[in-house]
């Protein structure tokens, strides 16, 4: 069975520019998450779909974060405009049911 | 107050060691708690759930203290293979999400 794939791996852009996460859940999940971890802090969640509806985007920073899951399949998650404070690990996850999360390799994004 | 707290470490233990940690968790409310594992530069992977009698699984010992809102994880026979951090994860009541505490870190040295 495929697990949780992102894309891209790495992604490094500049100050200002916009960037687009992409997360494939594994098929038949209905609850996707996004998380994040900055450098020397723990993950931190950023929000929960079920399905194609936000259930829970009580982490999100702020309004330059975007996601969205169209169709209750994939997800997607950009930041527009970047801030140098954006830079990290972005997790996607998903699950059936709490705990039992699967996470993606994650997509790590350097903002110079 | 952090929601989740671990002590950093690093353990730096030898193979066939026993290593043991906890974390402590502020929410009395919390529902679910679980340990996960995380290798350099990779995904968190589910290690075991952590239930109220306490649970084995092969070498590793996990048990919750509800009253004093802690969870230890203990490794036997420690392998080479356990050297990672150990991430401590906690559920809130009615919720789904994670709240993660920063990480244990363990290396087993031959």
Not at chain 1, 3 to 28: A, Y
Not at chain 2, 29 to 38: E, L
Not at chain 2, 65 to 85: E, F, P
Request: charged residues 20%; hydrophobic residues 30%.
């Amino acid at each position: 069975e495929a697990g949780v794939t992102q894309f891209p791996s790495h992604s490094v852009i500049e100050k200002g520019q916009t960037v687009t996460l992409r997360c494939d859940p594994i098929s038949g999940h209905d609850n996707l998450y996004w998380y994040r971890r900055v450098m020397g802090k723990e993950i931190k969640f950023l929000l929960h779909f079920v399905k194609e509806s936000k259930q829970d985007e009580s982490g999100m920073p702020n309004n330059r974060f975007l996601a969205e899951r169209t169709g209750g399949t994939y997800s997607t998650l950009k930041v527009q405009p970047a801030e140098l404070e954006d830079s990290g690990v972005y997790f996607c996850a998903s699950s059936q049911g709490p705990g039992r999360e699967f996470f993606g390799p994650g997509t790590r994004l350097t903002v110079l | 107050r952090k929601e989740v707290e671990q002590d950093p470490g690093p353990f730096n233990v030898p193979e066939g060691a026993t290593v043991a940690f906890n974390c402590t968790y502020s929410n009395s409310a919390s529902q679910s708690f679980f340990w996960y594992r995380q290798d350099c530069r990779k995904e968190p992977k589910l290690l075991m759930s952590v239930y109220s009698s306490g649970n084995e699984d092969g070498r590793f010992t996990a048990q919750l203290n509800r009253a004093s809102q802690y969870i230890s994880l203990l490794i036997r026979d420690s392998k080479l293979s356990d050297s990672a951090t150990y991430l401590c994860v906690v559920i809130g009541s009615n919720d789904y999400k994670l709240s993660f505490g920063a990480g244990t870190t363990v290396t087993v040295r031959a």
